[in-house]
């Protein structure tokens, strides 16, 4: 058996991990290198002929979850090979190519996007898939972005648990440690690959979500106009904003039309299991909804909003509506975004964030805290190797507090036994930069 990390070892995004034994061949994502500030992709996978060369003899690619330094090269797969995501995670993914088709320029590409996004099988949490002589099944883990999944694959009476991105302090984050249990209660797993993004940002406080929810709703007890900029498509931070609103009565929670579709999709899915996910019926903005505009002069609002050109039309109409005093901005994604300072700094972000009277920052990551990378590792105790990918510094995962002998099966160079080999590809990466 072989398993390859084409690329994600010593970088954050960009993950593409290769699972091969003598008979067939998977992809664990195939995703595309995280943008720079300026949104400047530098990736030498993401062209046709980089991807046709890569997946030659792939029979599958299956992701973990819809970001696009995990999925972003989806579209570039030739036919032939089938690609496997979640089911929700797959409708969310064509919601966003659907609305990104409007983008003048861009409508080839979209229809060819959402064709093969169409034509993707999509999966549910324990669904066994068989590829070829290759046993996967997807786990369910909280993360930013709804309906991820760790995988663990069996074949030549080997098990290897891919994490994916995931964390330990979201809502959904209670069945982790469990379902782990249960799954080498089953049988040892011989290899962990598993994400390590926190490891090179060790100063940020990791918060639980309902923390932040408690938090959010003082703040809203305080201002009346409470605008929220965060991602549209994770769907647990949107609910703490949303249970916040709730407590504030008779405060509509706004957003656009696409935000909303979105939503719809998560109530559909996860709000049948859990009424935090139902988002009921949000209101939609346009400029010429007078009636929503009285009423947010009158009781205020949670309103997502997004640094767009729709959004900066849409608040250079309502701010000067609104008393200057009682309005805030939330801002809630990875802070460096709107650092001035940092490399990644994205000046569309800085230049939304400034056109509002004030400004407060709530957020926590979308992944694994070093503690909760330590219960896993050592929860987890595979037999034959940890793999370290999704982090800036691979080797930093020496640092994590984990049992010692543990610490001696971290594999961060090309090794081989008699029963396998494991191939660290380092000359692919092009890229290195942060992920939310
Ligand atoms: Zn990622
Ligand atoms: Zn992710």
Not at 74 to 97: E, M, N, R, W
Not at 380 to 394: A, D, F, L, M, R
């Amino acid at each position: 058996m072989k398993i390859s990390i084409h690329r994600g070892i010593d970088q954050i995004g960009g993950c593409i991990t290769e699972i091969a034994t003598e008979k067939s061949r998977i992809f664990i994502d195939l995703g595309q290198n995280l943008p720079d500030g300026d949104g400047n992709v530098n990736d030498n996978f993401a062209n046709l002929e980089a991807v046709r060369e890569i997946t030659k003899n792939i029979d599958a690619v299956l992701y973990t979850h819809y970001h696009g330094d995990h999925f972003g090269l989806f579209h570039l797969v030739p036919d032939s090979i089938s690609q496997y995501i979640g089911t929700v995670a797959k409708k969310v993914a064509l919601c966003k190519h659907q609305r990104l088709a409007y983008i003048k320029g861009r409508e080839e590409l979209s229809k060819k996007e959402i064709a093969k996004l169409e034509s993707m099988q999509s999966f549910e949490p324990k669904q066994k898939i068989k590829i070829g002589d290759i046993q996967i099944t997807p786990y369910f883990v909280s993360h930013s972005a709804y309906d991820a999944y760790m995988f663990l694959m069996e074949a030549d009476g080997l098990r290897i648990l891919h994490t994916g991105d995931f964390r330990g302090h979201g809502y959904l984050s209670k069945g982790l440690l469990p379902t782990i249990e249960k799954l080498i209660h089953k049988g040892r797993i011989d290899y962990l690959i598993t994400e390590g993004t926190m490891l090179s940002r060790l100063d940020e406080k990791v918060r639980h979500e309902n923390e932040l929810k408690r938090e959010v709703i003082e703040l809203m007890k305080q201002y009346k106009n409470v605008f929220v900029l965060c991602s549209s498509t994770d769907m647990e931070r949107l609910a703490t904003f949303h249970a916040a609103n709730k407590e504030i009565k008779n405060r509509p929670y706004v957003c656009d039309d696409f935000q909303k579709s979105v939503l719809d999709i998560f109530s559909k899915s996860a709000g049948k299991i859990s009424p935090l996910f139902d988002f009921k019926e949000p209101y939609t903005f346009w400029k010429g909804n007078s009636k929503l505009i009285k009423w947010i002069q009158d009781k205020g609002c949670c309103m997502l909003v997004r640094p767009t050109e729709k959004f900066n039309d849409y608040t250079n109409h309502l701010l000067p509506l609104l008393e200057k005093e009682n309005t805030v901005l939330i801002y809630s994604m990875w802070k460096e975004y709107i650092n001035p300072k940092s490399k990644h700094c994205n000046k569309r972000y800085l230049d939304f964030v400034e056109q509002f009277p004030r400004l407060r920052k709530i957020h926590t990551s979308g992944h694994a805290s070093a503690d909760c990378l330590t219960d896993v590792c050592n929860l987890v105790n595979p037999t034959k190797g940890i793999i370290p990918i999704h982090s800036e510094k691979s080797a930093d995962y020496q640092k994590l507090p984990i049992k010692d002998e543990l610490k001696d099966k971290i594999i961060i160079e090309t090794t081989k036994n008699e029963n396998m080999t494991i191939e660290i590809n380092k000359q692919r990466t092009a890229n290195r930069v942060g992920s939310r």
